[in-house]
């Protein structure tokens, strides 16, 4: 089954295929820009970004929206994350977190499907806590800096593709619209 | 002539009504939520906001979008100001401030009216830098930590509001508004 998926980004694609395939899914980047509006709720962001790529494309997709929540930080970076990334990078977020004794943190990914008369939202947590300084050559964005609760405080950079998808929050996500997409009834209602 | 304005921020409306009063021109809050997309561009911000609301609406309307702009952070945290200061504060900006020498920054303001077959944005900026910590108890968001270039290295805190709004990116966004309605030939149009 192939699908569009609204996305900018070249390695949440990759990501995704690489979960998907096993479930005989191929994501395809949707022909349409994303359109993510700003809110303090990953759902919200992906339920609009999706039903505006619906309504002008007119056929199954997905769009998928993720952050990373800090906690002593009140959620930040959060929905914003990639724009923090891109602005004050690990670097801004470790000096934030100087001198901080909770460093928990969670990325959170949410996957938003849209089919028409179908739409429906799947949601994957990874938990850990921020690193003291960047480690590893893996992944993109905050991954050097997120130590990962089921990884044994490696960072998502120290791991392998596959071995970040086990655990992380997009893997989760993905997996559960991998699930849900090879349930023969609901292939049955997509077809 | 009273216009719809789209915003959840009090703030921003009594200081908008403060500078439109001497033109005339009186806000009311629009009944209808203000959709904010993610864009690194203010005016992409606005325009899209008042392009929403317009077509819920059907009247005419502002909205504003603003930001503050640091340079050594790369514009951070621009258009996400609102989000960022709810979360790390003016705390989180000194500490990411910390050791710069560059500490220059500008607030930027745009102003975006929508009146259906007439849209038009107007910009406003003004210069300054951060300072070493807070100071003053007027405005809000980061005022206290922005001194104004115009103001003699002043916090926007620590002047009074109608101060303020001589030298504000809002009050010169929104003084340009105000001209350009009591233009005759645009009043004309509007009417």
């Given at each position: 089954?192939?699908?569009?998926?609204?996305?900018g980004?070249?390695?949440?694609?990759?990501?995704?295929n690489?979960?998907?395939?096993?479930?005989?899914?191929?994501?395809?980047?949707?022909?349409?820009?994303?359109?993510?509006?700003q809110?303090?709720?990953?759902?919200?962001?992906?339920?609009?970004?999706?039903r505006a790529?619906?309504?002008?494309?007119?056929?199954?997709?997905?769009?998928?929206?993720?952050?990373?929540?800090?906690?002593s930080?009140?959620?930040?970076?959060?929905?914003?994350?990639?724009?923090?990334?891109?602005?004050?990078g690990?670097?801004g977020?470790?000096?934030?977190?100087?001198?901080?004794?909770?460093?928990?943190?969670?990325?959170?990914?949410?996957?938003?499907?849209?089919?028409?008369?179908?739409?429906?939202?799947?949601?994957?947590?990874?938990?850990?806590?921020?690193?003291?300084?960047?480690?590893?050559?893996?992944g993109?964005?905050?991954?050097?800096?997120?130590?990962?609760?089921?990884?044994?405080?490696?960072?998502?950079?120290?791991?392998?593709?596959?071995?970040?998808?086990?655990?992380?929050?997009?893997g989760?996500?993905?997996?559960?619209?991998?699930?849900?997409l090879?349930?023969?009834?609901?292939?049955?209602?997509?077809?």
């Open positions: 089954m192939e699908l569009y998926f609204a996305t980004n070249p390695h949440k694609l990759a990501e995704a690489l979960i998907l395939k096993k479930f005989g899914v191929t994501l395809k980047p949707a022909p349409s820009p994303k359109i993510e509006i809110s303090d709720s990953l759902e919200e962001i992906a339920q609009y970004a999706a790529a619906y309504s002008s494309l007119r056929c199954p997709l997905v769009v998928e929206d993720s952050g990373l929540f800090i906690e930080l009140n959620g930040f970076p959060g929905p914003y994350s990639s724009y923090v990334y891109k602005t004050i690990c670097g977020i470790l000096r934030l977190m100087e001198g901080r004794c909770n460093r928990e943190a969670s990325f959170k990914c949410v996957v938003f499907y849209a089919g028409g008369e179908v739409m429906c939202s799947f949601v994957g947590i990874a938990k850990g806590s921020i690193a003291e300084e960047p480690r590893g050559s893996g993109f964005g905050f991954d050097p800096i997120f130590m990962s609760e089921d990884l044994n405080g490696k960072t998502f950079s120290e791991t392998d593709p596959s071995e970040k998808s086990a655990v992380s929050h997009r989760r996500a993905f997996r559960a619209l991998g699930e849900w090879s349930d023969s009834g609901r292939e049955h209602t997509l077809k």
